[in-house]
């Protein structure tokens, strides 16, 4: 007995070590073998054998050389080598989908989208995706992308490591999404929250090393916010600062609570705000566009009547503004980030909006977090969002506990 668990323990111990390396390549390549050994604290002979493993299963490939100064002659610099595997990520939204087959790092071979009704029941939408898998991975793309591993993003509370899947968007109450494609896939399948996977491909594009603390602030469906620490999620953060109460008698929320932030800025309390104004004889340019136009309120004909210099319109895209600035004031006074990351989609199509929050954050925030500061403005598109999957599913396939190696 004691033999098998020192047999084990080797056993166990190689595959850490060929992780860390397979890691350290993935994520700092391409690198030379003496870099690999320093940064990894292995042994240069480790590093070898680990490299020669990595090669023969086409995980890394060598691409020229460098001087190293680690070694003082000639070395070859080893990358990762994304072409050799594919991995299937899905991003479910309230009603569509969109299907991907990618290498591992992420771009995008084939891509299939699916929309459905609102109204479709949640065995009928993942029997369609199924379905639409399954083509996918007949497809000719897939011979030479060996395909080891799968993740679905979904819009809703991901639990116990996406055993159970909770929508109020798409009426999901506690799936089993996971244990389901397992068996119909025979690949591992990792489920997680589509802000969580959106923030993951922000926090790899847009954050530097030295960032430890980061904000990711989604202003897509709501407002929500996921806390990076030392590049990973924070997971005690909920992050439903959309329901955090800034209007004491504010108007009821579907929550429960009064007053939420995300319902004094989004797009349609602006909307609203136009519409009452509009009743009482307001907004004076708007309304002459809206009569010159198809007549009709949009987000955009809101827009438009504030670059054509309506005051009323001027004041309500301010007060979100201001909203909005609450909110991040108080992500700074909480949180102390070094960084936020905006991801910005309709509501920020005007500049004024981002530049009256940034100011009023300003305003309301301890000064001495302020300093030094860091906003960056994205806007996550369908590729960004199938590649923030891939990246979370190549970091869990990289980690011990559902490792390729
Ligand atoms: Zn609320």
């Known amino acids: 007995m004691k033999l098998v668990d020192e047999v084990g323990n080797v056993q166990l111990m190689q595959r850490i070590n060929r992780l860390k390396v397979l890691e350290t ?17 292995l042994s240069p002979s480790s590093i070898t054998n680990i490299i020669t493993y990595l090669l023969e299963r086409d995980l890394v490939a060598g691409m020229g050389t460098i001087d190293s100064r680690d070694v003082g002659r000639k070395a070859t610099l080893i990358r990762f080598n994304p072409s050799a595997h594919g991995i299937v990520a899905v991003n479910v939204e309230i009603d569509k989908a969109n299907i991907a087959l990618t290498d591992l790092a992420g771009n995008i071979l084939v891509m299939r989208d699916l929309a459905f009704d609102r109204r479709t029941l949640d065995f009928e939408i993942l029997g369609l995706i199924k379905k639409e898998i399954t083509l996918l991975l007949e497809g000719d793309t897939v011979q030479r992308n060996g395909v080891i ?3 679905l993003a979904v819009s809703g509370l991901v639990k116990d490591e996406g055993r159970f899947v909770f929508s109020s968007s798409l009426r999901w109450k506690g799936l089993s999404i996971k244990e389901q494609f397992e068996s119909l896939f025979r690949i591992p399948v990792f489920i997680q929250n589509n802000s969580k996977t959106k923030a993951i491909w922000a926090l790899n594009k847009h954050v530097e090393d030295n960032d430890r603390n980061v904000i990711f602030l989604d202003l897509t469906m709501g407002i929500g916010i996921i806390s990076f620490y030392d590049h990973r999620i924070n997971e005690a953060v909920i992050g439903e600062l959309g329901h955090t109460t800034v209007k004491k008698d504010g108007p009821p929320c579907f929550c429960g609570n009064r007053g939420c932030l995300e319902l004094m800025c989004s797009v349609d309390a602006v909307l609203s705000n136009c519409r009452e ?10 309304a002459a566009q809206m009569k010159d136009g198809d007549g009709k ?3 955009d004909a809101v827009l438009h009547a504030y670059a054509s210099g309506d005051g009323d319109v001027r004041a309500i895209l301010k007060e979100c503004g201001e909203y909005l600035g609450m909110g991040i004031a108080n992500i700074i006074n909480l949180f102390n980030p070094q960084r936020i990351i905006i991801n910005g989609d309709v509501l920020l199509k005007s500049g004024f909006i981002e530049e009256t929050a940034k100011a009023e954050a300003g305003k309301r925030a301890n000064e001495e977090l302020m300093k030094g500061i860091k906003y960056q403005k994205v806007d996550i598109g369908i590729e960004e969002s199938i590649q923030g999957i891939v990246l979370y599913v190549a970091g869990r396939m990289f980690e011990l506990s559902d490792s390729i190696l």
């Open 297 to 299: 309120l949009s987000y």
């Open 25 to 41: 390549i993935r994520s700092k390549g391409p690198l030379a073998r003496p870099e690999i050994a320093r940064m990894t604290g």
């Open 149 to 151: 591993g799968m993740g």
């Open 277 to 286: 104004k509009l009743s009482r004889g307001r907004c004076a340019i708007l």
